[in-house]
């Protein structure tokens, strides 16, 4: 069964310019979670989306952003880029119903904000 | 506050030795356990759950809620342990959120 995949894995982009990231679970999974990486914060949980909807958010400003499509796929927006948004973004799915509580990871989108 | 705190950076052991990864956890309620492992240039993946309660690898952690730790375990550390080691809390609820420690290194010297 293929993985969790990220696009693009990396990303070099200004201040001021938006972003935005992509995310396939693994099929059959309908929850895809995003986080973020950083060497100063470690890892930071940015929100939660199961059925289209959020369902949880982290401690992080509106310039972040993310969407579900029916096929379970994730987008994650990031508008009006500041240096401190430098890190690697993770996604992670899971099954939700019918199975243990594991979130499988992809490998990140690694962005540079210069 | 929910908080996961793993109080070291770098734990560094000679092959064979045993080997005690800790984690302390602040959660009003019961959390889900979780420990995280990233091998180098590879993925985030799970190693274990506190309610599965298995030994992965060789490792095992239990849950002491009176402590409100789970600290990660090995008798008998090997090269291939070497990697950095993340634990998180999930809530209840069936929640995808996760809480995650700040990682330890863990070196295992030949």
């Known amino acids: 069964k293929a993985g969790v995949t990220q696009t693009p894995r990396y990303l070099i982009k200004t201040r001021g310019q938006q972003v935005t990231l992509s995310c396939s679970p693994i099929?059959?999974?309908?929850?895809v979670s995003w986080y973020q990486q950083t060497p100063g914060q470690g890892l930071q949980f940015l929100f939660e989306?199961?059925?289209?909807?959020?369902?949880n958010k982290g401690n992080f400003p509106g310039r972040f952003s993310g969407r579900q499509f029916s096929n379970s796929r994730s987008e994650m927006n990031v508008s009006t880029l500041e240096l401190g948004d430098s890190a690697l973004y993770l996604c992670?799915?899971?099954?939700?119903?019918?199975?243990?509580?594991?979130?499988?990871f992809g490998p990140g989108t690694r962005l540079t904000v210069l | 506050a929910q908080r996961v705190t793993q109080p070291e950076k770098l734990l560094s052991v000679f092959k064979g030795a045993p080997v005690e990864l800790k984690c302390n956890y602040s959660y009003s309620g019961s959390p889900e356990l979780f420990w995280y492992v990233q091998y180098s240039r590879q993925r985030l993946q799970l190693l274990l759950r506190?309610?599965s309660r298995e030994s992965i690898k060789g490792f095992t952690a239990d849950l002491n809620k009176g402590e409100t730790s789970f600290h990660l375990k090995k008798p008998f550390a090997q090269e291939e342990d070497s990697a950095m080691y993340y634990c998180?809390?999930?809530?209840?609820?069936?929640?995808?959120?996760?809480?995650f420690g700040q990682g330890t290194t863990l070196q295992v010297k030949p």
């Open positions: 992670a799915s899971r099954r939700v119903a019918g199975g243990p509580n594991e979130q499988f």
């Open positions: 989306y199961f059925s289209e909807t959020q369902r």
């Open positions: 506190h309610i």
């Open positions: 099929s059959g999974h309908r929850s």
């Open positions: 998180a809390l999930s809530g209840s609820g069936n929640t995808g959120k996760l809480i």
